[in-house]
């Protein structure tokens, strides 16, 4: 069985009667199996995918109406709620949490008859750009497994990869689709803020964190899209795309298109290999007909730590429900009151979690909102204005998707500026609110190099049209695992 076809290849192969869902979702476990061990990105796997699969071919076999994904297995990152399954987050927090139901991106690809091949690994609370921070241990590079696979949806990124599922859902909150996406080569997609429902995602910074999947493909994800897009009761903070079609004219091409050159996202601290592939890749896009000019964004050299200012004051609120008296695990009140209680329970947090916890009770408190939350808030709002007005001048935004290569497990995880940094690239689309794509472009000592592309708000189909055009001027080496 070819398990690395695409989501829409599958899903014609499944039309024509070639394969059948049973025997690709068997195939499927099949590979978790024989792989898993290595790479460790799977938390859970679903011991009922291949009777589901079983179900999906006899409604196809007696002619009643099957959703579009045809039983594609897709994997699902742990912080988003599947009825009756455990939902993590990483965390032994809530290591035996199930989730009393489904979120809406769940409730949407069951109608389309998707397959949740199981449950995989990321940071703890998406808190993480390595996988390097779950609680159950670090998820790894299918192209090297000696090397991270990025965060914070690093399982979700190799499941892909490593052909363990079609594609995958994970979350963006600064990056954490869009930098795995690259480390591992696939496509990775963070979309206008709204464009998908959070109703069923464990929260950690709602004001910036989007849902989003990672494919093998630009295609893939525009089906995707189209599936799980659009308004919902649940979340009020949904936008209604009037039933775009993300897949209808995305051979468009770009000729004419503005593109900018973010010159703060491609300076100090590049490595010379993603320089290098980022350049080509401006040099492919103007041969396609783009015209790519030089834009400043003078706020991008502040967005980190803005990012981490107002995500871990969000993170600091809502990780407050996890007293242990709500969620949580067994542990006995008798001899406690009620603040060394809570402290005690909370031990289960890992460390990058208690990081940004303790940052978070900090910077908005009483005598320091002003000096630290407040002042986020405005370099938030600056960056706002001028990626507004540069999408006045330009179509589309272009930059590496993160500045430097995979690093080694454990080379950063005691240096969290360091690691920060990494974000450099990501968080702008996420302060500001705007779609970002990281699409496979480039290899440098087997190590994979993403490029970004950035579209103004609600332009998401423009934004696939481009990936989907630049991805075509590139042939990469099959992943070694």
């Avoid at 859970?44 to 959703?67: C, F, L, P, R, T």
């Avoid at 590049?270 to 290098?276: E, G, H, Q, R, Y």
């Avoid at 290569?405 to 005691?414: A, N, S």
């Avoid at 996420?430 to 103004?456: E, V």
Wanted: proline share 5%.
């Amino acid at each position: 069985m070819n398990l690395k076809i695409s989501a829409l290849e599958y899903v014609q192969e499944v039309k024509n009667g070639n394969i059948s869902a049973e025997d690709f979702v068997a195939s499927t476990i099949d590979q978790i199996k024989k792989i898993d061990d290595k790479v460790h990105a799977f938390l859970s796997v679903n011991d009922d995918a291949v009777q589901q699969a079983q179900n999906i071919d006899k409604k196809i076999k007696s002619g009643e109406n099957v959703g579009d994904c045809f039983g594609m297995p897709i994997s699902i990152k742990d912080n988003l709620c599947i009825k009756g399954s455990k939902t993590t987050c990483a965390s032994k927090m809530l290591e035996n949490f199930v989730a009393p139901y489904d979120a809406t991106v769940i409730t949407k690809l069951k109608q389309q008859d998707a397959i949740f091949i199981g449950k995989v690994n990321m940071d703890e609370f998406a808190m993480g750009l390595t996988t390097e921070f779950s609680a159950f241990g670090p998820s790894k590079n299918p192209w090297n497994i000696d090397y991270v696979p990025g965060g914070s949806s690093g399982g979700s990124a190799v499941s892909v990869s490593a052909f363990e599922c079609m594609a995958s859902i994970g979350s963006d909150t600064g990056g954490s689709v869009r930098n795995p996406a690259s480390f591992c080569s696939t496509v990775g997609y963070k979309p206008t803020y709204g464009l998908i429902s959070r109703f069923g995602l464990i929260s950690y910074a709602n004001s910036i964190e989007q849902i989003g999947p990672l494919t093998r493909t630009v295609k893939d994800t525009a089906f995707l899209l189209n599936l799980i897009s659009g308004i919902d009761p649940n979340d009020n903070t949904t936008i209604d795309n009037q039933n775009e079609d993300y897949l209808s004219d995305i051979d468009s091409g770009i000729e004419g298109k503005k593109i900018g050159i973010i010159k703060e996202m491609i300076g100090e601290g590049i490595d010379p290999a993603v320089l290098n592939a980022t350049k080509e890749a401006i040099s492919k896009l103007e041969k396609l007909g783009a015209i790519c000019e030089e834009v400043s964004l003078d706020m991008v050299k502040y967005s980190v730590a803005a990012y981490y200012t107002i995500t871990a004051t969000e993170a600091g609120s809502n990780l407050a429900r996890y007293d242990n008296l709500r969620y949580g695990y067994d542990f006995p009140v008798e001899g406690y009151e009620f603040n060394s209680y809570i402290s005690k329970a909370r031990r289960k947090f890992g460390p990058e979690v208690t990081r940004r916890m303790i940052l978070g009770g900090f910077v908005p408190s009483a005598g320091h909102a002003g000096k630290y939350f407040l002042k986020a808030l405005k370099v938030k709002n600056k960056l706002t204005k001028e990626v507004n007005e540069a999408f006045k001048k330009f179509d589309l935004l272009i930059s590496p998707t993160v500045p430097v290569l995979p690093f080694k497990i454990g080379e950063k995880i005691d240096d969290p500026i360091s690691l920060f940094l990494v974000d450099i690239n990501t968080v702008t689309a996420n302060l500001t609110g705007k779609p970002a794509i990281s699409i496979p472009f480039a290899h440098s000592n087997g190590l994979p190099i993403g490029i970004q592309l950035f579209a103004d708000s609600n332009h998401d189909k423009l934004l696939l049209q481009a990936a989907y055009a630049l991805e075509q001027t590139v042939t990469l080496p099959e992943v070694p695992i």
